[in-house]
């Protein structure tokens, strides 16, 4: 935890953290070792975490990274961490995200961005560590902590990971519980880790996972032994290539590493076969609807009475239009308005209805392909390596929304998906592999995970 500390220290240059609670860390790590001396470890024992501060931390500011959440300290702690402090684990601080999970950059953080420890070679360009939990990869590939709470509503856990070349796992809708995390858009959001290993973030996912009576979401299964099925292969499996992820201008590199990872599969004794998808194209489109109108309603609770900021107007109305404007940043704002109008009464059955019933269609799509017996989906988790900072999104925000095409759809399915590092582009940054499951099937994902690693 110590040495956690220094590295954080001298790594704020990065920002992914935006607040570090060295105090509670070495206390919790006193507490740690004072178990481990007495034979009485319990199995994540000592080992130094970081939260992305879209968790309630318990007398811990917590803030979504929006300045509409400025000065908030929760009264409780989310189940997610609950659950991995009482393994043992050790909180080394909070960490950055996009404002509310929204977007792919974390460039929309009150905090400002957070920059990636990679660089191309040959350039000095800061990169983008992907969003929304930007901090969380990039401190697990700075070092900076040994593993990270994250949250995926439409990619969040697996986009950051792909662009660090860490492990990013969102689990099935439902295996963890969602209470005491800031809510985005409830029908899609789940946490996950972000982690160095395969294995390391199949050690985390248990601690994390569980059913929890707060969220009616989560659901009453044994949480299993996820570490036991890293080192367990490919052999037999079967392996789904869909075609309608070879989208149109998908550039050659991305191109190669898929088909190496299905090499490494099949050289692993895995039965690779090609399967089709066919509502694909619609996951990006109906997701902007789903997510926004989601995050319209979530967001209709920061009214300046009940949480954080406050600003004063000459009546109720206006104290709620001055307090909005001021606290949400431009992205949230967009996402605010164009949910807002797509639930509205005379178009919601041209979108939001509409999307929905895509929504039936992606997942019935899912269920068909493993109903031919295939064990687990193989695609790349995004169309490119990291970008630069101030590349995209700021001028165009469909660009941005553009970097989700591959991982959206597992999140409007409610399935779980992990992104694995498993090469690097021609300027040396590390590209990622996505393995969708069967739902509640994360074991094969660790276990066709640490094969292609
Ligand atoms: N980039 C997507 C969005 O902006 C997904 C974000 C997320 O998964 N939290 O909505």
Redesign the pocket.
């Known amino acids: 935890t110590g040495a956690y500390l220094e590295a954080m220290e001298a790594a704020r240059a990065l920002n992914a953290y935006v607040l570090e609670t060295p105090e509670r860390a070495l206390a919790m790590a006193e507490a740690a070792d004072a178990r481990l001396a007495r034979g009485e470890a319990r199995p994540l024992e000592g080992i130094p975490l970081g939260v992305k501060d879209l968790f309630c931390t318990e007398g811990v500011r917590t803030t979504a990274c929006s300045r509409i959440l400025a000065d908030f300290v929760p009264a409780y702690e989310s189940t997610v961490t609950s659950q991995l402090w009482a393994d043992g684990a050790v909180m080394l601080g909070k960490l950055n995200n996009?404002e509310f999970?929204?977007?792919?950059s974390n460039e929309t953080s009150a905090f400002g961005p957070v920059v990636s420890p990679w660089r191309r070679s040959g350039s000095d360009a800061p990169l983008v560590p992907g969003?929304?939990s930007g901090g969380s990869a990039a401190a697990v590939a700075a070092r900076l902590c040994l593993g990270a709470t994250a949250?995926?509503?439409?990619?969040?856990i697996r986009?950051p990971a792909a662009f660090t070349g860490t492990v990013g796992i969102k689990p099935t809708y439902g295996r963890c519980s969602r209470w005491g995390i800031v809510a985005?858009a409830s029908s899609l959001d789940q946490a996950g880790p972000i982690a160095r290993t395969v294995r390391d973030s199949a050690i985390l996912l248990s601690s994390m996972a569980g059913l929890d009576r707060r969220d009616t979401t989560s659901v009453d299964l044994p949480v299993p032994h996820f570490e036991a099925a890293v080192g367990r292969g490919v052999a037999g499996l079967t392996i789904g290539i869909p075609q309608e992820y070879r989208v149109a201008g998908m550039s050659g590199e991305i191109e190669d590493l898929w088909q190496r990872g299905a090499g490494w599969l099949k050289a692993a004794g895995a039965n690779v076969v090609e399967v089709s998808l066919p509502h694909t194209k619609y996951a990006l489109p109906a997701y902007y609807i789903v997510?926004p109108a989601e995050a319209s309603s979530n967001l209709a609770r920061y009214d300046g009475v009940r949480y954080g900021l406050r600003v004063p107007g000459r009546d109720i109305v206006e104290m709620y239009e001055n307090t909005r404007a001021a606290g949400f940043g431009r992205e949230v704002r967009r996402r605010i308005m164009i949910g807002t109008y797509v639930l509205s009464a005379g178009y919601y059955d041209a979108y939001y209805l509409r999307a929905q019933k895509l929504r039936s269609l992606i997942k019935r799509d899912f269920d068909a392909v493993y109903a031919q017996g295939v064990d687990a989906i193989l695609t790349p988790a995004t169309p490119s390596a990291a970008f630069a900072l101030g590349e995209k999104g700021a001028a165009d925000p469909v660009e941005m929304?553009l970097?989700?095409i591959f991982t959206?759809t597992v999140?409007m399915a409610g399935l779980p998906g992990i992104a694995v590092p498993a090469g690097s582009d021609a300027q040396g940054l590390p590209l990622g592999l996505q393995l969708i499951g069967k739902p509640f099937d994360e074991e094969t994902l660790f276990a066709a995970g640490q094969v292609i690693e």
Not at 101 to 104: C, E, Q, V
Not at 151 to 156: A, V
């Open positions: 996009d999970a929204m977007g792919s969003g929304s949250t995926d509503t439409g990619g969040s986009q985005f997510a929304y970097n989700d959206v999140n």
